[in-house]
């Protein structure tokens, strides 16, 4: 297990379909994840069960539960996505998704597992991740753990308010 004194991350269980089925539903997180529609909970079950039992290299993502320590409240998720082995490269996605977990420092926590994980585990050499330019909070966590912006791209995201811009960042193992 991924663990520290503040956080510690696990793969998804079958009992987790109530809180996957609230985060993945919430429309405010939709505009963080780039998605639209909402999920049924018999197709969220579906994932836990073919797709996040994959080995990484054979499903090319990992979903992992955020796990406050002290208290055992699931209060979000991260994510390595597009798995490159080849390239030894991955995205990172992560998200807070319980309001009243935030500002507790299980996103720092969470990241810095999740890149000790992903450089000294998985052996890559480096990780990249979009946050919207509006994002500040993101923008900070992943600069603080020092990814840099490195790339800016226009109108990337259809939104209800309109067109938004993003960054990439990106983390190189030194």
């Known amino acids: 297990m991924l663990k520290n004194e503040i956080t510690y991350l696990r793969a998804l269980e079958p009992d987790d379909i109530d809180y996957l089925y609230k985060w993945e539903n919430d429309p405010n997180i939709w505009e963080v994840s780039i998605t639209n529609t909402p999920y049924s909970k018999y197709t969220l079950a579906k994932y836990i069960a073919e797709t996040a039992s994959l080995d990484i290299y054979e499903a090319k993502q990992l979903r992992l539960v955020i796990v406050e320590t002290k208290t055992e409240i699931p209060s979000g998720l991260i994510d390595i996505f597009d798995f490159d082995p080849t390239n030894m490269r991955a995205g990172v996605g992560i ?19 999740l890149i000790e994980y992903c450089f000294d585990v998985l052996h890559l050499h ?5 946050i919207a330019v509006t994002n500040k909070p993101s923008i900070n966590l992943f600069e603080k753990n020092g990814f840099i912006k490195c ?14 811009d993003e960054y990439i960042l990106q983390l190189i193992k030194n």
């Open 126 to 130: 480096q990780l990249y991740c979009n």
């Open 95 to 113: 998200a807070i998704n319980e309001t009243k977990q935030r500002g507790k420092k299980l996103a720092d926590n969470a990241l810095k597992l």
């Open 151 to 164: 790339g800016h791209l226009k109108h990337w995201h259809l939104n209800r308010n309109g067109w938004s």
